[in-house]
């Protein structure tokens, strides 16, 4: 599983021939061409959560490496990146590796949960994510805030406020997300 490694990823991202060239998607044409070349030279085989149907099975595949859970909200959560979680691609090797035990899930010992209560729209119900409710906040002007920084729930996490993310990678992944205003 291979995602960003923050605070360095960001502005290499930036630099890089994908982002500058103004073609369509270019975060996933970097990752193919970064993670490609990686599997290449490791004699592996390159996995992408993105150019589906059909999808690949990211969340189930990261929840088994022990060191990502669901978190309340029913959005992965990292040990150290908390709710900033997210993945670029995974490698498929030839050959199995140890890992070391994983440490426990940083949602066991958050007493408070801010994750729950801090969504302005209550697009998380503990069961599932209103993904129409969050898209149609971002698109109005009280969104702002969360097109801007990201969105409020995961920066709520304790874990995710250690973790060095930049604003505008935050804004960048919102307004992919987002996506273009609908015409009425």
């Not at 709710?83 to 007493?111: D, K, M, N, Q, Y």
Request: with cysteine; proline share 12%; aromatic share 10%.
């Amino acid at each position: 599983m291979l995602g960003p490694s923050a605070p360095g990823f960001w502005p290499a991202y930036q630099q890089s021939p994908e982002a500058q060239d103004g073609q369509p998607d270019p975060m996933d044409r970097w990752s193919e061409r970064v993670i490609g070349g990686w599997a290449r030279d490791l004699d592996a085989t390159a996995l992408f959560p993105f150019g589906g149907p059909p999808w690949l099975p990211f969340f189930s595949w990261a929840q088994r490496t022990g060191r990502i859970h669901a978190s309340p909200i029913m959005l992965l959560v990292h040990d150290t990146a908390g709710l900033f979680v997210s993945f670029r691609g995974a490698l498929a090797l030839r050959e199995h590796i140890e890992l070391p035990e994983p440490p426990p899930s940083p949602c066991a010992t958050c007493a408070d949960k801010p994750c729950t209560s801090t969504c302005p729209v209550s697009a998380f119900d503990g069961t599932g994510y209103n993904v129409d409710a969050c898209k149609s906040w971002l698109h109005s002007t009280s969104g702002a805030d969360c097109m801007t920084s990201g969105c409020r729930a995961r920066r709520a996490c304790p874990v995710s406020q250690s973790h060095p993310r930049q604003p505008e990678q935050s804004a960048y992944h919102m307004q992919v997300f987002r996506g273009p205003a609908c015409a009425d």
